[in-house]
């Protein structure tokens, strides 16, 4: 008989060996029992496209990985690439400790039961299954079939609790999931003062802590039509190959322009990451700075760690608290060092409260999530739909104009500097501001009143930083559907935030070349309000952004109102069902009362000239299963966007000779929206 006893610990969404409880348990607890560890990540084909590893010559036996609405791909390269490092580092960790990690490819049922017949073949006996338990919808399901698995092969199957958020859900002040309060501040109020909650970061496992690491001959290799490769470079290359088309149609990559975030994913990258934060002096300048636009420290890009689980939020409170309390001489450089708890580690405990939240809500509202009538059960929004099958009464324009609308939101050809900004940055480096998430949110959703499903599918494609929770419960709150306490009534003005928030233009400039000539604010934000006899002097002619702008938004560069004390008005009309071409005044653009994303959390294909893009997918099933079919969403093809009347076509010069900046004009609205 077998003395050995064999744990699979299942990794998910941790991607880290310090703070995992798991890892912490099976290195200090003496009666475990279990004498070898197997670490298994799967890569999921419902989640991410696994198409590349496939063998020369054969097929996938599942569906390619898109999304119900608009058929985009779930995984997008940014994320993909990212995750990769964020699984080669944790290989890489696992090995310094004398243990290693298995990546397969499938369903986890299918895994399951070849490995665990492979070891039962080689005289090792498995004696349980372990996982951190997560939110989401379909990662309820796999638990669920991870359960079954079990069952089915006389295993023990226990799901941990999930400890990388900011406030241990052992510590939560809440019986059960729907006594969550459906307003962020009462929630927030509940759990303050929140410098006190956090528990104690776990250690990291010693070397050779961790039960045996099992002979790589002992474990089952990869069930065919798949093959996983030895090296990250080809790990890396099989994961990107068959997505690498999806950003084949985007414009050039503007001349001068930085990515925000070109950091590599892994454990180790983000802890590197949030000691730069503290020794810059970026954290404690981040309350000032969080609505920037340009540059890589403006915020704190820990949001695509704290996503896949490099990193969790205790850490990052713990790491907060040696800087505020003056314990940890490597940051003795850092300004406010030993000065206590300052705005800026007040704002980000405040953000990562924010995303806990959004976690809490996916758990309450389950499926719901991801439904066009969201948390609220709202169905009294009338979403324009791309689709000839759920257009309503009344939609003014046809599926496929609105099909063509959405694409050049994407794209980037709006007419809107802003939102064109916003989108071209997050093409070409899957990151834009939280700042500018909000403002794309509300532009497709209520300026031109499009299922928001859209927007929601479209950044889980393109977001390096996607969290399953943060991104679907944001743009719900920002539709209005989710818990936004003022819903539809919130409306942001791209206009006047990008005068409020990109002062110079600078922002548009650099990821809009287009408009880099131009030397009035106004115009730089809505090429169309350039004089037309300075169109060709300034490359406006032909211009799809200028010609042809996708929403006009009057707006007054003078005067202020005199009233200090003006009531908000309610908009109603144009901005939620009109045609989307007209003008429209000036909206509120007041941003949510909690933030949208911690930090950004978390926010169209085959587009060529008049074609009609098919965008397809239930309406409101939430994450059904499996998805097949081989059209819309399989990458940008042809050979270059032009888009109805011209293509991307940049300034003369070089980036950075930008005409001198002038005052921004203020917008007539209301006092309290002015302060927005």
């Not at 951190?132 to 023990?156: A, P």
């Not at 002992?218 to 994961?239: H, N, T």
């Not at 590197?272 to 700075?289: A, M, T």
């Not at 700042?435 to 494609?461: C, P, T």
Request: with cysteine.
């Amino acid at each position: 008989m077998s003395t050995n006893n064999v744990l699979v610990y299942i990794v998910r969404h941790d991607l880290r060996v310090s703070d995992n409880p798991i890892l912490d348990h099976l290195a200090s607890a003496p009666d475990h029992g279990f004498t070898h560890v197997l670490p298994l990540f799967v890569l999921l084909p419902h989640q991410i496209e696994v198409s590349g590893f496939l063998k020369e010559g054969t097929q996938s036996p599942f569906p390619e990985a898109k999304s119900d609405v608009g058929h985009y791909w779930r995984c997008g390269p940014h994320r993909a690439k990212f995750i990769a490092q964020s699984i080669w580092n944790l290989k890489d960790n696992l090995d310094k400790l004398e243990s290693g990690l298995t990546i397969r490819i499938g369903k986890y049922d299918n895994i399951l039961k070849t490995l665990v017949d492979g070891l039962r073949q080689n005289e090792l006996n498995v004696g349980g299954v372990w996982a951190i338990g997560e939110e989401g919808f379909e990662e309820r399901r796999d638990e669920k079939t991870i359960s079954e698995t079990c069952s089915s092969l006389n295993l023990d199957f226990r799901i941990w609790v999930d400890e990388k958020y900011f406030i241990d859900d052992r510590d939560l002040k809440l019986d059960a999931a729907q006594e969550l309060p459906d307003v962020f501040t009462t929630y927030r109020k509940m759990m303050e003062p929140l410098r006190e909650k956090p528990r104690a970061v776990l250690p990291t496992p010693s070397k050779g802590a961790l039960p045996k690491n099992i002979e790589e001959s002992k474990i089952a290799g990869q069930e065919s039509p798949f093959q996983m490769p030895s090296s990250f470079d080809k790990f890396e290359e099989a994961l990107l190959r068959p997505i690498s088309g999806a950003l084949s149609e985007a414009p050039p990559f503007p001349e001068g322009a930085k990515s925000a975030h070109p950091f590599r994913g892994g454990e180790d990258s983000a802890r590197s990451r949030l000691d730069h934060l503290i020794k810059s002096g970026s954290v404690y300048s981040y309350k000032s700075s969080r609505n920037g636009l340009l540059g890589a420290d403006f915020s704190t890009k820990l949001s695509g760690y704290l996503a896949q689980g490099c990193i969790s939020a205790r850490q990052v409170h713990d790491r907060l608290m040696a800087y505020e309390d003056g314990k940890d001489e490597f940051l003795a450089e850092s300004q406010g060092y030993g000065e206590g708890e300052n705005e800026g580690t007040k704002s980000i405990r405040f953000e990562l409260l924010w995303r806990d939240y959004m976690r809490l809500c996916n758990r309450k509202f389950k499926g719901k999530l991801f439904l066009r009538s969201g948390f609220r059960d709202d169905h009294g929004n009338k979403w324009k739909s791309a689709k000839e099958e759920e257009v309503i009464e009344g939609q003014q324009q046809s599926a496929a104009e609105v099909s063509k609308i959405v694409q050049r939101v994407f794209h980037g050809t709006t007419g809107m500097g802003l939102i064109d900004a916003s989108q071209r940055e997050l093409l070409h480096t899957g990151y834009t501001s939280n700042r500018a998430r909000q403002n794309v949110a509300s532009f497709l959703a209520k300026h031109l009143g499009i299922d928001w499903r859209y927007g929601a599918e479209w950044y889980e494609m393109m977001l390096v930083d996607y969290d399953v929770s943060s991104n679907w419960a944001n743009w719900q709150y920002v539709a209005g559907v989710g818990n936004d306490p003022r819903g539809e009534a919130r409306i942001f003005n791209p206009v006047k935030q990008a005068f409020d928030y990109d002062k110079d233009g600078e922002y548009v400039r650099c990821w809009v070349p287009e408009v880099r000539k131009l030397e009035k604010l106004e115009n730089v934000f809505q090429a169309w309000t350039t004089p037309k006899e300075d169109w060709d002097r300034f490359g406006l002619a032909g211009l799809a952004m200028a010609e042809d702008p996708i929403k006009k938004i009057d707006f007054s560069v003078e005067g202020k109102p005199k009233s200090s004390r003006r009531p908000f008005m309610r908009r109603r009309g144009p901005a939620r069902g009109g045609s989307g071409r007209g003008q429209q005044s000036s909206t509120a653009s007041h941003p949510p009362t909690g933030p949208s994303s911690p930090d950004g959390n978390d926010k169209v294909p085959d587009a060529q000239q008049g074609t009609h893009i098919p965008v397809r997918g239930m309406a409101e099933h939430p994450r059904g299963g499996f998805r097949g079919g081989r059209g819309y969403g399989g990458g940008y093809r042809g050979r270059g966007y032009r888009g109805p009347r011209g293509g991307y076509r940049g300034g003369r010069g070089s980036y950075g000779q930008v005409p001198p900046p002038q005052q921004p004009p203020t917008q007539q609205l209301a006092p309290t929206e002015q302060a927005q």
